[in-house]
């Protein structure tokens, strides 16, 4: 059996294997990260090379949270322990 160091290691130097990981990790703190009125209208869709990308249920709600963009990125990137998501795309 290999120590999770190592695996851990191996998945973040695949990037395949690292955004999925990402993504997964995400959608698990979503909610806790952003709280439940925000998650009630975005939620996270996919992570790519640093970005996160997120449907939004409106127009208003996508440019409120472009405003709220860097608090975002802070929390989740604070939730996972590590600096990975760069950057958010609303969609």
Same mark, same amino acid.
């Given at each position: 059996m290999r120590p999770l160091a190592q695996i851990l290691e191996r998945i973040f130097s695949d990037p395949k294997l690292k955004s999925h990981f990402i993504e997964g990790a995400v959608s698990g703190i979503w909610k806790q990260a952003v709280g439940e009125r925000i998650a009630r209208v975005a939620s996270p869709v996919?992570?790519? #090379?640093?970005?996160l990308y997120v449907?939004?249920?409106s127009a208003a709600w996508r440019n409120e949270l472009?405003?709220?963009q860097q608090q975002m990125?802070?929390?989740?990137?604070?939730?996972?322990?590590? #600096?990975?998501i760069e950057r958010i795309i609303f969609r």
């Open positions: 996919s992570f790519d #090379n640093g970005t449907r939004v249920s472009h405003m709220m990125i802070d929390s989740l990137n604070a939730k996972l322990g590590r #600096n990975e």
